[in-house]
């Protein structure tokens, strides 16, 4: 429930590829391990990068996340330029 265990758990998909490949099997495997609330597992499980972006997820945590799921660079931009 706080943009700390959400940037840890990206920070954990990012680096770790055991648990990448959980994440990228069904990524509902990995939320046990992180205190997330309910919009923040809404926005990992729709790739939403921009509610993650501002959710509190930083750019050196999501654009590596985002270039995992294919993402171009000004889809990715976009995505966290939008307001809500």
Do not use: C, T
């Not at 990524?27 to 990992?44: D, H, I, N, T």
């Not at 921009?50 to 945590?61: C, D, E, P, S």
């Not at 999501?62 to 000004?74: A, Y």
Request: proline share 5%.
């Amino acid at each position: 429930m706080s943009a700390y265990s959400l940037q840890k758990m990206i920070r954990d998909i990012n680096r770790d590829p055991a648990l990448r490949e959980r994440y990228f099997s069904d990524a509902r495997q990995v939320f046990p391990g992180y205190e997330l609330s309910e919009a923040e597992r809404e926005a990992v499980l729709a790739r939403d990068f921009g509610a993650l972006y501002r959710l509190g997820v930083h750019g050196l945590l999501l654009r590596p996340f985002s270039i995992m799921h294919q993402v171009s660079e000004p889809d990715y931009l976009s995505a966290i330029r939008q307001r809500s």
